[in-house]
């Protein structure tokens, strides 16, 4: 008995110093990223209309009113390079002038305010802070703003967007699919065709390529199985991929969820499900509904994801590239 007793506190010990050594490793790997001189921020993680919504008295959103939840910045990366003194966004959503201020406080300060913007497409939440760039607001000048055809057209065809353009307070880069567009010699961007409701512009996703790592970025798309690539092998080829996860899974809204498609978060989990742990561990689940449980700060549908190695976008997280 003496002799199992010893062997169980040598057991414990030994997986206690495990863990301390897990976490310390953990620890180094933040730390390394963020002291990295080219890396991606995590600048919101919402849905298009924000945490908490609007008019919503529902538990999700009842939560942040009680003080038991943070509020949460629509999705949003930052793209920081210190060799050179620059950043840039991707969208440009309705909480800009927030994620503008948090890349120059915690990030990085320049003389402009933002180096370039990568659009994704005409939703609400990832192109609308462009009316801060306006004569009403800030009155930039030429700040490029890099968009597919069919978002460029619509930029400069319709109002106030068109006003930004005659007013030069941007200047669009078109933008053409597959195609790479280098920032300097160690950044390359590629926009990647999805398909998603497009009313009004075609809908992209981005490669995101730095000297080291790569990421992939699509915070929006309708399912993973109408898109002509493959996606387990898209994340395959990169070191992070923050993909759509919009809704947790099906019948969470009261509204005929197939008229709003996106791959439910359960659906993602499940298609990656025989993969290895280092695949899953490149997945970071991003642009969530406010009904989506996952938004929240902590909740047991999502311990129990990042248990099965998948892991969620947290505002602040960065990524080393």
Same mark, same amino acid.
């Given at each position: 008995?003496?002799?199992?007793?010893?062997?169980?506190?040598?057991?414990?010990?030994?997986?206690?110093?495990?863990?301390?050594?897990?976490?310390?490793?953990?620890?180094?790997?933040?730390?390394?990223?963020?002291?990295?001189?080219?890396?991606?921020?995590?600048?919101?993680?919402?849905?298009?209309?924000?945490?908490?919504?609007?008019?919503?008295?529902?538990?999700?959103?009842?939560?942040?009113?009680?003080?038991?939840?943070?509020?949460?910045?629509?999705?949003?990366? =930052?793209?920081?390079?210190?060799?050179?003194? /620059?950043?840039? #966004? &991707?969208?440009?959503?309705? @909480?800009?002038?927030? $994620?503008?201020?948090?890349?120059?406080?915690?990030?990085?300060?320049?003389?402009?305010?933002?180096?370039?913007?990568?659009?994704?497409?005409?939703?609400?939440?990832?192109?609308?802070?462009?009316?801060?760039?306006?004569?009403?607001?800030?009155?930039?000048?030429?700040?490029?703003?890099?968009?597919?055809?069919?978002?460029?057209?619509?930029?400069?065809?319709?109002?106030?967007?068109?006003?930004?353009?005659?007013?030069?307070?941007?200047?669009?880069?078109?933008?053409?699919?597959?195609?790479?567009?280098?920032?300097?010699?160690?950044?390359?961007?590629?926009?990647?065709?999805?398909?998603?409701?497009?009313?009004?512009?075609?809908?992209? =996703?981005?490669?995101?390529?730095?000297?080291? /790592?790569?990421? #992939? &970025?699509?915070?929006?798309? @309708?399912?993973?199985? $109408?898109?002509?690539?493959?996606?387990?092998?898209?994340?395959?080829?990169?070191?992070?991929?923050?993909?759509?996860?919009?809704?947790?899974?099906?019948?969470?809204?009261?509204?005929?969820?197939?008229?709003?498609?996106?791959?439910?978060?359960?659906?993602?989990?499940?298609?990656?499900?025989?993969?290895?742990?280092?695949?899953?561990?490149?997945?970071?689940?991003?642009?969530?509904?406010?009904?989506?449980?996952?938004?929240?700060?902590?909740?047991?549908?999502?311990?129990?994801?990042?248990?099965?190695?998948?892991?969620?976008?947290?505002?602040?997280?960065?990524?080393?590239?």
């Amino acid at each position: 008995m003496k002799r199992f007793q010893v062997f169980l506190l040598i057991s414990v010990c030994f997986l206690f110093a495990c863990n301390e050594q897990a976490n310390v490793a953990g620890n180094t790997k933040e730390i390394a990223d963020v002291n990295s001189e080219q890396y991606i921020t995590v600048l919101g993680i919402a849905q298009d209309a924000g945490y908490p919504q609007i008019n919503c008295e529902k538990k999700c959103c009842s939560a942040y009113y009680n003080g038991e939840e943070s509020k949460k910045l629509i999705s949003c990366l =930052g793209l920081v390079d210190k060799n050179v003194n /620059k950043k840039w #966004l &991707f969208d440009a959503t309705p @909480d800009i002038v927030e $994620q503008i201020q948090i890349l120059k406080e915690r990030h990085i300060q320049t003389d402009k305010v933002i180096d370039g913007i990568f659009l994704t497409h005409a939703h609400i939440g990832h192109y609308t802070g462009l009316m801060q760039l306006g004569r009403e607001a800030l009155g930039s000048e030429e700040i490029p703003v890099y968009a597919m055809p069919k978002m460029k057209q619509f930029l400069e065809s319709n109002g106030p967007w068109s006003q930004l353009v005659s007013l030069r307070n941007i200047n669009i880069k078109a933008l053409k699919n597959d195609s790479i567009i280098a920032l300097n010699d160690n950044l390359k961007i590629t926009p990647i065709l999805v398909p998603h409701r497009d009313e009004y512009s075609e809908t992209v =996703g981005y490669k995101i390529e730095g000297k080291r /790592k790569s990421a #992939l &970025f699509i915070p929006d798309i @309708d399912k993973w199985h $109408q898109w002509k690539r493959n996606i387990i092998e898209e994340v395959k080829k990169v070191d992070y991929a923050f993909l759509d996860a919009s809704f947790f899974r099906d019948g969470e809204l009261e509204r005929d969820m197939s008229k709003i498609p996106h791959p439910f978060t359960t659906e993602t989990t499940t298609l990656f499900e025989n993969e290895t742990s280092e695949t899953k561990n490149k997945i970071h689940f991003i642009h969530f509904n406010h009904t989506n449980p996952a938004i929240k700060d902590k909740h047991h549908l999502k311990d129990s994801l990042q248990n099965l190695g998948f892991r969620f976008a947290k505002e602040g997280d960065n990524f080393g590239l």
